[in-house]
């Protein structure tokens, strides 16, 4: 079974920097499509980035040249780069691994941009 546990969430300002990781275990890491998806209150989970086992990336349009996703396929981790975040970034992030019918969710981590 599959536990994905995500860690680096916090408090910062706008236009300051985090980095979230995942540590995943139970699951072959390297051949699942790891991302980042992220819940505001009163909206709907929404993707923010992915990766491919391969290393593809995505991101949404509203992250783009700003956050960076990455992955350790030695360590079964994954990380998400936030740089110059936003009001609008704040949300509770959860990892996410998928491959085929096989999907996993960590708990989440709390991410809240205030001045």
């Known amino acids: 079974q599959g536990q994905l546990v995500e860690s680096g969430g916090g408090l910062v300002q706008p236009g300051e920097s985090l980095r979230l990781s995942c540590a995943a275990s139970g699951i072959n890491f390297s051949i699942y499509t790891m991302r980042w998806y992220r819940q505001a209150p009163g909206k709907e989970r929404e993707l923010v980035a992915g990766?491919?086992?391969?290393?593809?990336?995505n991101y949404a349009d509203s992250v783009k040249g700003r956050f960076t996703i990455s992955r350790d396929n030695a360590k079964n981790t994954v990380s998400l780069q936030m740089n110059s975040l936003k009001f609008e970034d704040t949300a509770v992030y959860y990892c996410?691994?998928?491959?085929?019918?096989?999907?996993?969710w960590g708990q989440g981590t709390q991410v809240t941009v205030s001045s």
């Open positions: 996410n691994a998928q491959r085929l019918y096989f999907n996993y």
């Open positions: 990766i491919t086992g391969g290393g593809n990336t």
